[in-house]
């Protein structure tokens, strides 16, 4: 069995073939760079974080229909949707964002999405923005 090079403080690199990629020895460093380039998806592992999360619903007058994501970076979300790589959201091309809504953890925003997609009613959806941005107009 071949010997396995140790690290040293803080970790160390392994170059790809691949020149963009790298392979971190150290888990923190590995955590610290998909957090900087906004890989990290679920929750962030640093503490005192203010990463923000995001329930949204984006709106497609060509068929006149809504969907409703959550994301933890909202600009970014939009621009994907209205590149159409995903099956359903390219068929709606252009999307606009008609709500959002903050959270501070990505569980909360993830139970808003589902709650809102369970219920699959155009006027719920309707309702449940008007009445939230009379209660929040600064929304």
């Known amino acids: ?9 803080g970790g160390r690199k392994f170059e790809s073939s691949h020149p963009d990629f790298f392979m971190y020895a150290s888990l923190a460093q590995l955590v610290e ?29 060509s068929i006149d ?9 909202l600009e970014r979300r939009i621009y994907e949707h209205n ?14 964002i008609k709500f959002s809504r903050t959270y501070n953890n990505n569980v909360d925003a993830a139970r808003e999405e589902r ?10 959806l309707e309702n449940y923005m008007v009445a939230l941005l009379a209660e929040h107009p600064d929304m």
């Not at 229909?65 to 970076?73: D, E, I, L, S």
């Not at 590149?83 to 606009?96: A, M, R, T, V, Y």
């Not at 709650?115 to 719920?124: D, I, Q, S, V």
Request: glycine share 8%; charged share 25%.
């Open 33 to 61: 760079q998909l957090i900087r380039n906004e890989q990290v998806v679920g929750s962030s592992p640093m503490r005192g974080s203010n990463m923000r999360y995001y329930t949204y619903i984006l709106y497609s007058a």
């Open 83 to 96: 590149l159409g790589k995903e099956k359903f959201s390219s068929k709606g091309i252009p999307w606009e």
């Open 1 to 9: 069995m071949a010997s396995v090079p140790r690290s040293g403080r």
């Open 65 to 73: 229909k809504y969907y409703v994501g959550h994301t933890n970076n």
């Open 115 to 124: 709650r809102l997609k369970k219920c699959k009613n155009r006027k719920y």
